[in-house]
């Protein structure tokens, strides 16, 4: 099994400044891939990034980017000149090649104007 | 991205019934489609997942006679409810990918959940 642990539960940004979530990981997968998922208030799971564990280069996607520290099992999500609407749940999760998510347990962001 | 739509949206039923949730890929073909709950600020669980033409593999504690799953399409999965009770009551949410799993990465989509509420 694998467990995805996100140890902040909520977190808060002034809008226009920048915040970093966090998320560590544990698998005995050679193979496995990242993500961020964000889900607002209306529940639909959004995806915010990807990154493949086999790539080193950290993935970006425009304001949001990672920074993946493998040997650490580590998978920070940057998110940079906050906006109101990047105010939602965000989760971390893991995915061996292709088969089920795990998810960690869920950081609430708030954006403060 | 591709698109999964789950029907209905939300649904109110009374203890003891059925309640059936569809899950459909609109525009891409699912080998496997996963079913998840999630209660309220928490994350979500995997239920069971379901490949196309054989029978779903449940998650360790759910009760498989209870939570019925069938993917009997390329496009379409149904998660009934059976005999539903208020600790049912939860957002489900269901996920599709197109492939096999193993093979190169496929992406996985999900639909926007189904709320339901046993009364």
């Known amino acids: 099994a694998q467990t995805v642990t996100q140890s902040q539960p909520e977190m808060s940004v002034q809008e226009a400044e920048t915040v970093t979530l966090s998320c560590t990981y544990d698998t005995s997968e050679s193979d496995y891939y990242l993500f961020w998922y964000k889900q607002p208030p209306s529940r639909q799971m959004i995806l915010v990034i990807r990154?493949?564990?086999?790539?080193?280069q950290n993935a970006t996607e425009n304001r949001f980017s990672v920074n993946f520290q493998k040997a650490a099992k580590s998978f920070s999500l940057k998110i940079s000149d906050s906006q109101l609407g990047d105010a939602a749940m965000y989760f971390c999760?893991?995915?061996?090649?292709?088969?089920?998510?795990?998810f960690g347990t869920g950081t609430s962001l708030t954006v403060i104007p | 991205g591709a698109v999964v739509s789950q029907h209905p949206s939300r649904v109110i039923c009374k203890s003891g019934t059925s309640v059936k949730i569809e899950c459909r890929s609109l525009d891409f073909q699912a080998t496997t489609m996963f079913w998840y709950r999630q209660f309220p600020k928490q994350s979500l669980m995997l239920m069971a997942t379901?490949?196309?033409?054989?029978?779903?593999?449940?998650e360790q504690g759910v009760e498989k006679d209870k939570f019925l799953i069938n993917h009997a399409s390329l496009t379409l999965s149904t998660l009934t409810v059976t005999s539903a009770h208020p600790e049912d009551s939860s957002f489900y949410i269901c996920?599709?990918?197109?492939?096999?799993?193993?093979?190169?990465?496929?992406?996985?989509?999900f639909g926007p959940g189904t709320r339901l509420t046993v009364l």
């Open positions: 996920s599709a990918r197109e492939g096999l799993a193993g093979g190169p990465y496929n992406e996985q989509f």
């Open positions: 999760a893991s995915n061996p090649y292709g088969n089920q998510f795990y």
């Open positions: 379901s490949n196309e033409g054989s029978k779903a593999t449940y």
């Open positions: 990154q493949e564990a086999y790539k080193q």
